[in-house]
């Protein structure tokens, strides 16, 4: 493929834009080559500035769980448009769209809204710790949490993929507040519950790990975790950003029938418009000011034309009752298919998938943590992203991110999905003999 537009745009934005992007992850580092600059997107498929048409499975890392330019989210939003784009007052947008997600998140009782994950997760982990006047935070090695200091510790995502989990410019006064576990080892949880017992206001878990790849929890795991917190009188808090609506309509604690004292969302609930949310008991949540003491505030929080297009996304989510099932079923016809021709073509591998999440690591696995899930061959996967690149697919640019399915994804595209990925293992096997 020629991508002579996108390395013309990418030298362009380089001139007044760090890195050629405004999030690291798009800047093709961990695959190598030019990230592709789009202009469009319509339903599982997006087009990039040199009119090469894409199956798309990163979906803006989740959101799009209804694919590109819905119609009925594209009338929200144009609606609402015409009456203006923000007030800094409130409106009864943000009461539909926290109505929608009380009724569907089941730990969710009160939610506020700000404009990004990273603001939700910044915000929990403040509410947390005047909620319970301690100062320790627990997170676990490889999640990602978004990019505020406290969490930038073990970070997943692109802090993984840039070699920065422990970003410089992150105090250590606010570093030794951060607390690191491995993921999936309930002894070095308990150990850290021993150690700095009545200290912990938190403890942050993506419930599935998305920023690791995709990482699920071993059995039981998180109901030990959820047993600590409550022990220990710590709010366990899930990070529920990705996996909210994206592994079942009420996120992984519907699926796996855990309730966590707060809830961060973002992503699907803003339709593709710039959402964030933090929710849960309303004791916990009226701390938040004007009530309680705990200060929260946003400009463009619970912004109209946001709130619209979240509104019109979840209500098709909550009305569309085969969703998941369809979701799961396509999810799996991918993830299986892709494991198959991995052993077809004698390439190390482990998947997964949960809903309509799905990953797979070049490394026979089993991936369970951080440590192990480092183990993948990501010069191989680099050379696998850019030869399904080639061929109209496009997956992560990076190993350490999931990938996504939507509900206007169809067997066909899996087919060519699976076609691509057979020519490209046969291409990349040949030219390394
Ligand atoms: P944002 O601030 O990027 O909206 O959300 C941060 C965040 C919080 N929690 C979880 C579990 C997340 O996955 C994220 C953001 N996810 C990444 C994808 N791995 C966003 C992509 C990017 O950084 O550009």
């Given at each position: 493929?020629?991508f002579?537009?996108?390395?013309?745009?990418?030298?362009?934005?380089?001139?007044?834009?760090?890195?050629?992007?405004?999030?690291?992850v798009?800047?093709?580092?961990?695959?190598g080559?030019?990230?592709?600059?789009?202009?469009s997107?319509?339903?599982?498929?997006?087009?990039?500035?040199?009119?090469?048409?894409?199956i798309?499975?990163?979906?803006?890392w989740?959101p799009?769980?209804?694919?590109?330019?819905?119609?009925?989210?594209?009338?929200?939003?144009?609606?609402?448009a015409?009456?203006?784009?923000?007030?800094g007052?409130?409106?009864?947008?943000?009461?539909?769209?926290a109505e929608?997600?009380?009724?569907?998140v089941?730990?969710?009782?009160?939610?506020?809204?700000?404009?990004?994950?990273t603001?939700?997760?910044?915000?929990a982990?403040?509410?947390?710790?005047?909620?319970?006047?301690?100062?320790?935070?627990?997170?676990?090695?490889?999640?990602y949490?978004?990019?505020?200091?406290g969490?930038?510790i073990?970070a997943?995502?692109?802090a993984?993929t840039?070699?920065?989990?422990?970003?410089?410019?992150v105090?250590?006064?606010?570093?030794?507040?951060?607390?690191?576990?491995?993921?999936?080892?309930?002894?070095?949880?308990?150990?850290?519950?021993?150690?700095?017992a009545?200290?912990i206001a938190?403890?942050?878990?993506?419930?599935?790990?998305?920023?690791?790849?995709?990482v699920?929890?071993?059995?039981?795991?998180?109901?030990?975790?959820?047993?600590?917190?409550?022990?220990?009188?710590?709010?366990?808090?899930?990070?529920e950003?990705?996996?909210?609506?994206?592994?079942?309509?009420?996120?992984?604690?519907?699926?796996?029938?855990?309730?966590?004292?707060?809830?961060?969302?973002?992503?699907?609930?803003?339709?593709?418009?710039?959402?964030?949310?933090?929710?849960?008991?309303?004791?916990i949540?009226?701390?938040?000011?004007?009530?309680?003491?705990?200060?929260?505030?946003?400009?463009l929080?619970?912004?109209?034309?946001?709130?619209?297009?979240?509104?019109?996304t979840?209500?098709?989510?909550?009305?569309?009752?085969?969703?998941?099932?369809?979701?799961e079923?396509?999810t799996?016809?991918?993830?299986?298919g892709?494991?198959?021709?991995?052993?077809?073509?004698g390439?190390?591998?482990?998947?997964?998938?949960a809903?309509?999440?799905?990953?797979f690591?070049?490394h026979?696995?089993p991936?369970?943590d951080?440590?192990?899930a480092?183990?993948?061959?990501?010069?191989?996967?680099?050379?696998f992203?850019?030869?399904?690149l080639?061929?109209?697919?496009?997956?992560?640019?990076?190993?350490?991110?999931?990938?996504?399915?939507?509900?206007?994804?169809?067997?066909?595209?899996?087919?060519?999905?699976l076609?691509?990925?057979d020519?490209?293992?046969?291409?990349?096997?040949?030219s390394?003999?």
């Amino acid at each position: 493929m020629n991508f002579e537009r996108s390395i013309s745009a990418f030298a362009r934005a380089k001139n007044v834009i760090p890195g050629g992007v405004n999030s690291s992850v798009r800047a093709f580092k961990a695959v190598g080559g030019t990230p592709v600059f789009m202009r469009s997107g319509a339903g599982a498929t997006i087009t990039d500035v040199d009119g090469h048409a894409f199956i798309d499975y990163v979906l803006s890392w989740g959101p799009l769980i209804v694919g590109h330019a819905h119609p009925a989210v594209v009338k929200a939003i144009q609606t609402a448009a015409t009456r203006g784009s923000s007030f800094g007052a409130p409106t009864e947008a943000e009461s539909e769209l926290a109505e929608l997600i009380v009724t569907m998140v089941p730990s969710v009782e009160k939610v506020r809204f700000t404009s990004s994950g990273t603001e939700a997760t910044m915000n929990a982990i403040r509410l947390a710790r005047g909620y319970t006047r301690r100062d320790k935070i627990v997170k676990f090695s490889g999640c990602y949490h978004g990019a505020a200091d406290g969490f930038l510790i073990a970070a997943g995502s692109s802090a993984l993929t840039l070699g920065v989990p422990n970003s410089p410019g992150v105090p250590k006064s606010t570093a030794s507040d951060t607390l690191v576990a491995p993921y999936n080892d309930t002894a070095a949880l308990e150990a850290i519950f021993a150690q700095y017992a009545g200290e912990i206001a938190g403890v942050i878990i993506e419930p599935y790990v998305g920023n690791m790849g995709l990482v699920l929890p071993r059995d039981g795991y998180l109901e030990r975790v959820r047993e600590l917190c409550t022990q220990h009188k710590a709010l366990l808090i899930f990070d529920e950003v990705m996996t909210g609506f994206r592994v079942a309509r009420g996120g992984v604690q519907e699926r796996a029938g855990i309730m966590p004292d707060l809830t961060t969302l973002g992503k699907v609930i803003g339709g593709g418009l710039p959402v964030g949310a933090f929710g849960g008991r309303d004791e916990i949540m009226a701390y938040l000011t004007p009530e309680g003491p705990v200060f929260h505030a946003g400009t463009l929080s619970g912004n109209p034309l946001a709130m619209a297009a979240g509104i019109a996304t979840l209500k098709l989510v909550r009305d569309d009752a085969t969703l998941y099932d369809r979701l799961e079923v396509l999810t799996k016809l991918l993830t299986d298919g892709l494991r198959e021709l991995f052993a077809k073509h004698g390439v190390p591998h482990t998947t997964a998938y949960a809903g309509s999440m799905f990953g797979f690591f070049l490394h026979p696995g089993p991936v369970t943590d951080l440590e192990s899930a480092m183990k993948s061959d990501t010069a191989l996967y680099a050379k696998f992203f850019h030869a399904m690149l080639d061929r109209g697919i496009y997956f992560a640019p990076s190993q350490f991110e999931a990938g996504f399915v939507s509900s206007v994804h169809t067997t066909r595209d899996v087919e060519v999905t699976l076609a691509a990925a057979d020519a490209s293992l046969a291409e990349i096997l040949a030219s390394a003999r």
